[in-house]
């Protein structure tokens, strides 16, 4: 099971996108710690999330380490998969209104973050890690 996990493509421009989803995940979650008000349990409860300080707290941890583990490329399948659920639920919860109240065009302008990631996250749950990841080291050990 762990070796499906670790299983990887050898793609060096695999790291491009481990970086730039990893990167955003892990600044995100630092900012629902260190900007609650506005990042963290604030912004659940302006969007009318249930427990919005615990949701907050979770939602900022999952980002925090998976956007970490992301960036490391160790267990990046397992690590993607929380990130893409948030990105689901992000979409969900705050878009929805958005498409309602402005339109096709400003829910296309307003979500292209959303997008990128949720994409990016999607990819990596498939691909894995790619040639410069702790996932590949450790699948092909032989090879460093």
Not at 47 to 61: D, N, Q, S
Not at 117 to 139: A, K, Q, V
Request: proline share 3%.
């Amino acid at each position: 099971m762990l070796r499906r996990l670790l299983r990887t493509d050898s793609s060096a421009t695999t790291l491009l996108i481990r970086l730039s989803v990893g990167l955003v995940f892990f600044t995100e979650g630092l900012q629902k710690f260190i900007l609650p008000a506005e990042r963290g349990a604030g912004r659940f409860a302006k969007i009318g999330l249930p427990a919005p300080e615990f949701l907050g707290a979770v939602v900022g941890g999952f980002e925090t380490v998976c956007g970490l583990l992301v960036l490391i490329g160790l267990l990046t399948r397992l690590a993607s998969l929380p990130l893409l659920i948030i990105m689901l639920v992000a979409l969900a919860t705050t878009k929805v209104e958005v498409f309602v109240n402005d339109g096709f065009w400003e829910l296309l302008h307003g979500s292209r973050t959303d997008w990128a990631m949720l994409l990016g996250s999607l990819f990596l749950l498939i691909e894995g890690g790619g040639r410069w990841s702790m996932d590949h080291r450790l699948y092909h050990p032989d090879q460093r």
